[in-house]
Each structure stands twice: as structure tokens, then as C-alpha cells.
């Protein structure tokens, strides 16, 4: 079982799709991650917004949609 998540003292990483005039931005937290196997996501802009809890294979599968033709 995942311990209980806390958005404010997690290591955030922001996609590297996002530009640096704060657009469209993704940020995840790989090191709650990769010990819990649920990917943290949020909106990078809303720090204090909500936090989306995916499965790595739902995360695996937004990563490849976002790489795909139909985003770019």
C-alpha cells in the first residue's frame, strides 16, 4: 500500500515539452513514483491545485499520447 502522498514535500519535475513562458505545464514526481508505482501529475501552474494519481501504465500511455502526431 502507497504511503499517504504530500504534494508539498515532493521532488517535482517538469516536462520537458513545457516551455519557459509557464504555457502548457506537466510536472510528475518520479521518486514517489518509482518506490510506489502510482505517478503523482499535476498542473505546474497550480502548485496548490489538485494531484492527479495514475498507475504507471496510464502514465506510460499519457507519455506516449503527448509524444504522438495528434499533440505535437
Do not use: Q
Not at 11 to 32: L, N
Request: hydrophobic share 40%; with cysteine; aromatic share 6%.
Amino acid at each position: 500500500m502507497a504511503s499517504e502522498f504530500d504534494p508539498r514535500i515532493a521532488v517535482w519535475v517538469k516536462s520537458t515539452h513545457s516551455g519557459p513562458d509557464g504555457g502548457e505545464c506537466v510536472e510528475w514526481a518520479p521518486s514517489y513514483a518509482s518506490v510506489h508505482g502510482v505517478v503523482p501529475v499535476r498542473d505546474s501552474k497550480r502548485s496548490d491545485g489538485p494531484v492527479l494519481m495514475v498507475s504507471a501504465a496510464a502514465f506510460t500511455g499519457l507519455v506516449t499520447i503527448a509524444r504522438g502526431p495528434i499533440c505535437r
